[in-house]
């Protein structure tokens, strides 16, 4: 199916699956009831969850396959934005303009700062990457504000001359974004019983363009492209001792890895057409890493899984705060349930970043292949319970 095996058509189902059944596997708590702090099926968390999902497959195709771990990435995820948000102010407020006006825009970067960083390997390409985006940050912040805004952002106004577009709508107000006339911020919601269920417009189609990003992912990883990249990780001296030049195949790695990122950033000013200094930061590329690592490096699903996992905790675990924590250990005594929110405090609420630290060092250590590993020993053990049923119970594999 689409010219993949069995295997990966199986995981691309799965992905689609849960992509597009999301409202609903999000929402599995009803409305009003005290579980429903965990609920993440709205608008704005799953167009995140699905959003940096592109921008971490992107990154595993680079780190996952050539084992080059960039510190850098952020940088096209700002350029991706600007480039987005430029074309709104100018041009008009379909986004598919934009977004493929921020692809082109961050692989065209990712050519300049690939061809200076892949001069080097290791550590030394690491701080490369991390000193253009810290550079590319302080540009954006300070020394172009005609072009960025500076550290205000860059932002759609009513002065904005759009060639096929109105600048300000009947009311008086700034155009939205919109596929072909249908808005990015259109959203119907069904209520079933007690559950509530919304289906966003803009949710939808970043989830179809990462169906799309993650099909041409599976792709590259079964080419023979992808095994060179592999090559390059497993021994690229060994390679290069044979005469064979890796650097044109790291950077074509690099470029596309460069225009994922520049794509989400392009989505992320499509759903919100605001585009900041602080998407550049180092902080921002470190969390791509994490979110790779977490869920697996180098496996197909398992940047998908981490980047969902992260945004998470940051969404749902951040907004927990000490009233309902009060309101879970109400039922205890008074002196029982002040020590309990007392304990549970320092890991919600500001404190989410010391939960995911935890999970992040636990995963590290007991689950060196990410989240992905994890899945794939649980299967594994319900295989081998399964088979050790069958025994005790006297059945026997027919003979061949």
């Known amino acids: 199916m689409f010219g993949l095996d069995k295997k990966d058509t199986t995981l691309l189902i799965i992905v689609a699956c849960l992509a597009l059944f999301a409202p609903f596997i999000l929402n599995p708590f009803p409305t ?9 099926g709205y608008p704005d968390l799953m167009q995140r969850f699905v959003i940096f999902g592109i921008f971490a497959i992107g990154f595993n195709i680079l780190f996952g396959l050539t084992g080059y771990l960039s510190f850098g990435h952020a940088a096209f995820l700002g350029v991706g934005s600007y480039s987005a948000v430029w074309m709104f102010k100018l041009v008009g407020m379909n986004v598919i303009p934009a977004i493929v006006l921020s692809v082109i825009v961050a692989g065209l970067f990712a050519v300049v700062i690939g061809f200076v960083s892949l001069r080097r390997s290791g550590i030394y390409f690491s701080i490369l990457t991390l ?28 002065d904005d001359p ?6 300000q709508t009947a009311d008086g107000s700034i155009p939205v974004t919109s596929l072909f006339g ?6 119907y919601e069904m209520v079933v019983g007690p559950w509530a269920f919304q289906f966003n417009v803009g949710y939808y189609l970043c989830a179809l363009i990462m169906l799309v990003s993650f099909y ?3 792709r590259i990883f079964r080419s023979p492209f992808g095994m060179m990249l592999r090559a390059v990780k497993s021994n690229q001296q060994r390679m290069n001792y044979t005469g064979l030049n890796t650097r044109p195949y790291t950077l074509a790695a690099f470029v596309i890895s460069g225009m994922y990122a520049g794509l989400a950033g392009g989505l992320m000013a499509s759903m919100d057409p605001l585009a900041g200094a602080e998407r550049m930061q180092w902080t921002a590329s470190g969390e791509v890493v994490l979110m ?17 996992f992260i945004k998470y905790f940051e969404n749902i675990f951040s907004k927990i705060n000490d009233t309902v924590l009060h309101q879970w250990f109400a039922f205890m005594p008074d002196g029982v349930e002040d ?6 405090h320092p890991f919600i609420g500001k404190g989410w970043h010391l939960t995911l630290g935890i999970l992040f060092m ?33 059945k026997t594999e027919p003979a061949e």
């Open 339 to 344: 020590f309990m929110v007392f304990v549970v």
């Open 162 to 167: 759009r060639v096929l577009g109105v600048s």
């Open 216 to 218: 041409l992912a599976v």
């Open 32 to 40: 009003g009831s005290a579980m429903a702090q965990f609920n993440a």
């Open 362 to 394: 636990l995963v590290v250590i007991f689950l060196p292949g990410g989240l992905v590993e994890g899945g794939q020993k649980v299967k594994n053990w319900i295989k081998g319970r399964g088979k050790s049923e069958d025994s005790k119970s006297g």
């Open 131 to 158: 000193a253009f985006a810290q550079m590319s940050f302080n540009l954006a912040y300070s020394v172009l504000t005609p072009i960025t805004n500076g550290e205000t952002g860059l932002q759609l106004t009513l």
């Open 292 to 308: 790779t690592i977490l869920g697996g490096a180098g496996t197909l699903i398992g940047p998908v899984v981490g980047a969902g």
């Open 182 to 187: 249908l808005e990015m911020r259109s959203t």
